[in-house]
């Protein structure tokens, strides 16, 4: 999805940065957000929470609405306006800063303003690995787990950056799965304007996840955890669902170093 | 049907991976050099077409400018009254689909065969082609033999041979009876004056070997500037459409018949077709006349593979469908401006395509066009985004709505008729709301002290 943006200088470790919540963690996942501030915060990053923040934008950006959208970017842009690094736990809002609200401000005025919170923003694990420059993950997590490829980390250095964090972490084994890099069918309004068709790619990508016999389906974007999820509890499956940062922060904790 | 639809689109997007990646190492690279030539083509398409025009005319090349769909169709009816032909064999096109051509020749009493085996088998059941390349991807095997039994080419026999060898002998005849022969064009070479055809069939030269005149249908979009550059196309277009390294047959035709040669139309009409592809040009998704028809992003497309290509409900299905059907439709935009909405926006389309088009970004384009111009139809389904809106710009109302939203937790809350809550709700669970939570646990971590 992303373009590749020129990034401003890349920051050190122990740096102060901007963590933006999401609002899905805002109001549904809370101990992923909370995951993330730790995990962060353990890397020796000072991090800050802008309380006036609500929403990216995508919701209304992707159903077209983009004046509605540009209302909320506007507003998003204010809040997180410095020079500090802005950090998602989400691959899809990351999208949508670096790349979806440039695009929707294209022929505004402010789209200088745009572009430079979209030089400034990370999805967590491609700041982790990429910025941070962290390669191996310390402590246990003794778990086989399935990780879900969000679409909207496409072309963004999400999936290696995770992959090779959990891939590292003792215990820790990854399940392969059929079709990995498939649309799980969330797709924000989507899923509720083609809600058959996003349902029948929600039980593609459950069935292959499911035939691996993981413990937990894993995936840097609780939008698409928050549909399969709600699937996998509707059908009355058992397969629990972490953020990434609930792996690495449990992860940490399981080793006695959080 | 969505069965053998899913299992052929998946199959042709594997093969298509394993082409690329046995033969180069950065496979991205070609794509990107291709999309750019197309790009540089279409920004100097008024230099190009005059440029082709005059090669074609060299070279004895009849050539025609089709403002539209209707005049396209009249020009090739035209041709072929003056040259007294009453009987056409065509090749695949999919411009031919777009301007319906063969229902307004048989109106005008000339008979026009399909020679693609797929197309024939959509001609004779009366049907569409629902694929780009594959224009029976909805049709099993057990079909086709039904249609050639109806039309009283043998008994029952759902042998790939069998069907295969009887559409050869009822082709053959054809080709022979036939005055003149249509073809599309997949490239169109600006410098030489040339058409590109490919085909694993043999059909498109078939249609040449005794016929009298050849017309070649194209939209004016698939030019490329040098002979050259078909080196590069000739190596992205089957390995993105059906995984092939190249396709079986390919022609290139650069004139009628020579003085000296034995065989081939003594005249060659080239009709460039406009059909609103100038206004495209002139919009902001002008990157989807870039498009080489090779149906990757068709195959690869989840959604696709769950609607198949009549859900689109134009010549064209899947990702490029849902942006160039609207496009395509000019002053009728309102009645396709819901099909860009038919897509998670996954991007799997934007990662095969083998001239780097945008798409995703053109849906979304579309979607708001959709919005400003024909709110109703591209809206249908869509949960509306004001309140939503007023609420994420306003901190102390985004507050209190994660606050409100507890009420969801109240039993039987998920069945509150609310549209977008019951489309969500009857395939999904929604999980406990949470609203303010993560907000309250930095709140006290601030108050105590580390």
Avoid at chain 1, 50 to 58: A, E, L, Y
Avoid at chain 1, 85 to 103: F, I, K, Y
Avoid at chain 1, 186 to 211: C, R
Wanted: charge should be positive.
């Amino acid at each position: 999805m992303m373009n590749p943006i020129p990034r401003k200088d890349q920051p050190t470790r122990k740096q102060k940065l901007l963590f933006m919540a999401t609002c899905i963690c805002d109001a549904f996942f809370d101990d992923a957000a909370r995951a993330a501030v730790e995990v962060l915060e353990y890397l020796g990053c000072e991090v800050v929470f802008p309380k006036g923040q609500t929403c990216c934008g995508q919701p209304a950006f992707n159903a077209g609405d983009w004046k509605a959208s540009r209302q909320v970017v506007r507003h998003t842009l204010e809040v997180f306006k410095g020079m500090e690094p802005v950090v998602a736990p989400s691959g899809s809002c990351t999208a949508m800063l670096v790349h979806g609200a440039p695009l929707e401000f294209e022929e505004e005025e402010d789209l200088s303003k745009a572009l430079d919170l979209a030089s400034r923003s990370w999805e967590l694990a491609d700041f982790i690995v990429n910025t941070l420059g962290v390669v191996r993950w310390e402590g246990r997590f003794p778990h086989k787990i399935a990780f879900h490829r969000s679409c909207h980390s496409r072309g963004s250095g999400t999936v290696e950056a995770a992959l090779r964090l959990l891939s590292s972490i003792d215990g820790l084994e990854l399940a392969e799965f059929g079709e990995e890099n498939q649309c799980c069918g969330f797709g924000g309004t989507f899923s509720v304007s083609f809600p058959n068709i996003s349902a029948a790619m929600g039980n593609l990508k459950i069935d292959h996840v499911t035939a691996a016999r993981p413990q937990f389906l894993v995936s840097a974007d609780m939008g698409c955890l928050l549909h399969l999820g709600g699937m996998i509890d509707k059908a009355g499956k058992q397969l629990p669902r972490l953020h990434l940062a609930q792996v690495l922060r449990d992860s940490l904790k399981n080793g006695g170093l959080l | 049907m969505q069965s053998s639809v899913f299992k052929m689109a998946t199959s042709l997007a594997e093969k298509r991976v394993s082409a690329f990646q046995r033969d180069y190492t950065d496979p991205d690279r070609l794509r990107r050099l291709a999309g750019q030539i197309k790009q540089h083509t279409l920004e100097h398409l008024d230099h190009y077409l005059e440029l082709v025009e005059k090669q074609f005319r060299k070279k004895g090349v009849k050539v025609h400018f089709a403002s539209t769909g209707d005049r396209c169709n009249q020009i090739v009816l035209d041709i072929l009254q003056q040259n007294d032909c009453r009987k056409i064999v065509k090749s695949k096109s999919m411009l031919s689909e777009e301007t319906e051509l063969n229902s307004f020749l048989s109106q005008h009493g000339v008979e026009s065969v399909e020679t693609d085996l797929g197309e024939l088998i959509v001609q004779l059941d009366n049907d569409h082609p629902s694929h780009i390349i594959a224009p029976i991807i909805h049709k099993s095997r057990r079909e086709m033999a039904q249609c050639f039994e109806r039309e009283g080419l043998g008994d029952y026999n759902d042998e790939p041979e069998v069907i295969t060898r009887r559409a050869r002998d009822y082709l053959r005849k054809q080709y022979m009876e036939a005055d003149a022969g249509l073809t599309g064009a997949n490239f169109v070479v600006a410098e030489s004056g040339r058409i590109s055809l490919v085909t694993n069939e043999g059909n498109a030269r078939f249609c040449l070997a005794a016929t009298r005149v050849h017309i070649v249908i194209v939209g004016i979009e698939k030019i490329l500037p040098r002979d050259r550059d078909l080196a590069l196309f000739h190596n992205i277009i089957a390995r993105s459409g059906t995984g092939q390294r190249l396709t079986v047959y390919n022609q290139f035709i650069g004139g009628p018949k020579a003085n000296g040669q034995p065989h081939g139309p003594q005249e060659m009409h080239v009709v460039l077709v406009d059909n609103r592809r100038t206004e495209v040009l002139a919009s902001n998704c002008r990157e989807i006349l870039r498009c080489i028809r090779c149906g990757a992003c068709q195959n690869i497309c989840p959604v696709y593979r769950q609607a198949s290509g009549f859900a689109y409900r134009g010549t064209y299905g899947g990702p490029v469908g849902s942006v160039l059907s609207p496009l395509l439709a000019g002053e009728n935009f309102g009645e396709k401006a819901d099909l860009p909405k038919a897509s998670s926006l996954c991007g799997a389309c934007r990662e095969v395509c083998p001239v780097d088009i945008p798409i995703p970004d053109l849906l979304l384009r579309l979607r708001d066009k959709g919005k400003r111009e024909a709110p109703k139809k591209s809206g249908a389904g869509t949960p509306p985004m004001g309140i939503w809106a007023t609420m994420a710009s306003h901190p102390a109302t985004w507050n209190a709505a994660l606050r409100l939203g507890y009420a969801l937790n109240i039993p039987h809350a998920q069945a509150f008729p609310i549209p977008a809550l019951q489309a969500w709700c009857n395939v999904r669970k929604l999980p406990p709301w949470r609203g303010g939570k993560f907000r309250q646990w930095m709140d006290d971590r601030k108050d105590s002290p580390k």
